[in-house]
């Protein structure tokens, strides 16, 4: 009998000897991804499961869950500069449970990896500034703390501290140093914090989001500073069970709506395209709050982009249809591929979009498409 230690050790074995003989050198990191999807795929540690009925609190529950397999921090938004440039930012933290050195009582076990994604969407190059990184979660180098929002790697962080949201990024292509004030309590997605993602309960998360975050700081391109302002979304989500075997991917929206409310919305993908489960939570500008259901969140593809690296088609424009209203969403430009192979594993699209209804522009957030370049190891 092969134990999953066993398999995993073979399996890594397979992609070191496969990285020793690229005919392209192999970056540390994309070693990092492999070996990531194969923990995740193969490491047969028993986690936490999300049940229904549990009340989140905060602020205990903005910081991590490592009892749980997945987690992710994820914040987009739209900035606006001194001179009136529009741009897109996204930076996200994860932290996956290897499943490995439970019984380890090192510091040094490999029990927690910690992935960062960062991006700015920028019209004027036509194409995401996008970097990544990689650790093992080991104070004070790299972690994910619990209690409260803290995650970092090296000079990578995001904290909440004194009510507002702090990021800090540096990168060879651009750095930002943000903060982001929420406007009120963390939006509550799904039953009380409960998202199913299939018609079985047992693939759910935990799921908060901090929409209409206030946002005020700089960013820097090629050598030169802008100050910036401008709306953000938060999501904070854990699990272990997600991806049923069969589902491909998902379609997220994100968006700030202009008279104050907000909408978040998706749809979990079969491999043949069709839909597992749809939902959202909409949120009035005077506070009214609506759960939404998988008969009342439609995403239809109205126009796709091709992506000139991976060749991959994406539906960069598409029709909704959200509580009986007709949507449109448009984005800030159609190359917003973010490729995440040498962190994640994963190529995906993430950009900033507009929604309509009819010919006004009635918000505006993010739109994220997974599972168009491979199944997101999940």
């Known amino acids: 009998m092969k134990g999953p230690g066993v398999s995993l050790r073979r399996s890594v074995g397979a992609a070191w000897r496969t990285a020793r003989g690229a005919a392209e050198p192999l970056h540390l990191q994309s070693l990092l991804a492999v070996v990531l999807v194969l923990v995740v795929q193969v490491a047969g540690a028993d986690f936490a ?91 004070p180098l790299a972690g994910a703390a619990e209690g409260r929002t803290r995650a970092w790697i090296g000079d990578w962080e995001l904290k909440l501290e004194d009510g507002r949201y702090q990021t800090r990024i540096e990168a060879e292509e651009f750095a930002f140093e943000l903060a982001m004030t929420p406007p009120g309590p963390p939006v509550l997605n799904g039953v009380d914090g409960f998202s ?37 979304w938060l999501d904070h989500e854990w699990s272990s069970e997600y991806l049923v075997d069969e589902a491909e991917g998902w379609d997220w929206i994100g968006i700030n709506l202009h008279d104050g409310g ?26 009214t709050h609506r759960v939404l259901g998988p008969d009342q969140v439609r995403f239809e593809p109205l126009r796709r982009w091709r992506s000139p690296r991976s060749g991959v088609a994406y539906p960069v424009e598409w029709q909704l249809e959200i509580a009986g209203r007709a949507l449109q969403l448009r984005p800030l430009m159609d190359d917003q591929e973010l490729d995440g192979q040498r962190s994640s594993g994963v190529v995906y699209w993430e ?27 999940l």
């Open 49 to 139: 499961r999300v049940v229904p009925d549990r009340e989140l609190a905060f602020p205990e529950d903005t910081g991590a869950h490592p009892a749980f397999r997945n987690e992710w921090w994820y914040i987009t938004g739209w900035l606006t500069d001194q001179d009136g440039q529009e741009r897109g930012f996204q930076v996200t933290f994860f932290r996956v449970g290897t499943g490995l050195g439970a019984e380890n009582p090192s510091r040094f076990a490999p029990r927690q990896l910690v992935i960062a994604h960062a991006a700015i969407a920028d019209p004027g190059l036509g194409r995401l500034r996008h970097a990544q990184r990689t650790e093992r979660a080991l104070v």
């Open 196 to 232: 199913q993602k299939t018609p079985d309960p047992v693939n759910a998360s935990y799921y908060y989001s901090r929409p209409q975050l206030a946002v005020r700081g700089t960013i820097e391109l090629e050598g030169e500073a802008h100050r910036v302002t401008g709306r953000a």
């Open 262 to 287: 907000s909408l978040m919305a998706f749809q979990m993908r079969h491999r043949d395209g069709s839909v597992i489960w749809a939902a959202g939570t909409l949120r009035g500008g005077d506070g």
């Open 351 to 377: 950009g900033a979009s507009r929604l309509y209804e009819g010919d006004q522009e009635i918000g505006r957030g993010y739109l994220e498409m997974t599972g168009y370049t491979g199944r997101p190891a």
